[in-house]
């Protein structure tokens, strides 16, 4: 089955200590992206990939890190959490190459409080 | 990429149609109508997209008007499942960021 899957679903933690968030797709997508929804402000682009070893800041960087070292996987880095990433963070991916390239595929979402 | 305009929310009995509109009237000539959903918290969900022409899928339809400044998504026989947030976006297939800009879209409720 095609997905997107991400770990963990639930997370709390505390101010300053580093987690990582993890993403994983299926789909031999080239493109991944992280995004964070909070209430009032909708979904935000924090990063994005465009293809292996290549990635970028989206509209809301700060306060993170992205690796792709492998295609299938993109991992969210937040370094010295702080309260003001609570959030839901949710990885997309997809492709510009195939008959496909107009859909993006979203995980179900990781809830990360941090207090 | 254009904005969009949607309803905040809507209501639709189950096993009715249910109509949801956007209006773009700033969309450009190389930019596509997307609709995804977002049931509850879970990631969104890509529905239908459109350029000029009316389109189906297994999902729903895609009307766009011929000035392409508005669309309408049907939903031909909505289920209680169909229950989320609609949002209507408006981009290049893709841009520099390849980012979905979704706005407040329409929370539909679809009621017994």
């Known amino acids: 089955e095609a997905q997107v899957t991400q770990n963990p679903r639930y997370l709390i933690t505390v101010t300053g200590k580093k987690l990582t968030v993890t993403c994983s797709q299926n789909m031999n997508h080239e493109y991944m992206s992280w995004y964070r929804q909070d209430p009032g402000l909708g979904l935000r682009q924090i990063y994005y990939?465009?293809?292996?070893?290549?990635?970028d800041k989206g509209d809301v960087p700060e306060g993170y890190k992205v690796s792709r070292k492998e295609k299938r996987n993109f991992p969210l880095i937040l370094e010295s959490p702080s309260p003001n990433q609570t959030s839901l963070y949710f990885c997309a991916s997809g492709t510009r190459t195939s008959g496909r390239s107009h859909e993006q595929y979203f995980g179900p979402g990781t809830r990360l409080t941090v207090t | 990429d254009a904005k969009t305009t949607q309803p905040p929310s809507m209501d639709c009995a189950e096993g009715r149609a249910a109509n949801l509109p956007c209006n773009h009237s700033?969309?450009?000539?190389?930019?596509?109508v997307y609709w995804y959903r977002q049931i509850h918290s879970q990631g969104p969900q890509y529905i239908i997209h459109?350029?000029?022409n009316n389109e189906t899928n297994e999902m729903a339809s895609l009307i766009i008007t011929e000035d392409r400044k508005s669309s309408t998504l049907i939903l031909p026989h909505a289920t209680l499942r169909d229950t989320a947030v609609y949002y209507c976006?408006?981009?290049?297939?893709?841009?520099?960021?390849?980012?979905?800009?979704f706005g407040k879209g329409t929370k539909l409720s679809v009621k017994p």
């Open positions: 459109g350029l000029k």
């Open positions: 976006i408006v981009r290049v297939l893709w841009g520099s960021q390849g980012n979905l800009i």
């Open positions: 700033t969309i450009s000539g190389n930019e596509y």
């Open positions: 990939s465009m293809n292996v070893e290549v990635t």
